[in-house]
């Protein structure tokens, strides 16, 4: 059974810092790229950083950008992990773990159930 359970969300003040963790099961974890994105109130889903499957590369949407730093282990085969610093308003949302892999043309993607975080003094 697959899962993607992310943790570590909360509350946070602005110019704080948060980690949120997304672990993986019931598939091979190294062989998919990972996301995260999130859904601030009222807004559409909003995609806001990717690693490849092997971590060899990472990209992060410009609200972000320097503030955020996603990183996997797939040693661990479980764990993913985001450090969010400098935390704003706008920041705050659900944030959603995805998993994405296409084989032979043919997207697959894993989705979890979200963690939320609030940004407020």
């Known amino acids: 059974q697959v899962q993607l359970v992310e943790s570590g969300g909360g509350l946070a003040q602005p110019g704080g810092s948060l980690r949120l963790s997304c672990a993986a099961s019931?598939?091979?974890?190294?062989?998919?790229?990972m996301s995260w994105a999130r859904q601030a109130p009222g807004k559409g889903l909003e995609w806001v950083s990717g690693?490849?499957?092997?971590?060899?590369?990472?990209?992060y949407a410009d609200s972000v950008k320097g503030r955020f730093t996603i990183s996997r282990d797939n040693a661990k085969n479980t764990l993913f992990i985001w450090q969010m610093n400098n935390l704003k308003s706008d920041d705050a949302g659900v944030y959603y773990c995805?998993?994405?892999?296409?084989?032979?043309?043919?997207?697959?993607?894993?989705w979890g159930q979200g963690t939320q975080v609030v940004v407020s003094s």
């Open positions: 995805n998993a994405h892999r296409t084989t032979w043309g043919i997207p697959n993607d894993y």
């Open positions: 019931g598939f091979t974890f190294s062989s998919y790229a």
């Open positions: 690693i490849y499957s092997d971590g060899s590369d990472t990209y």
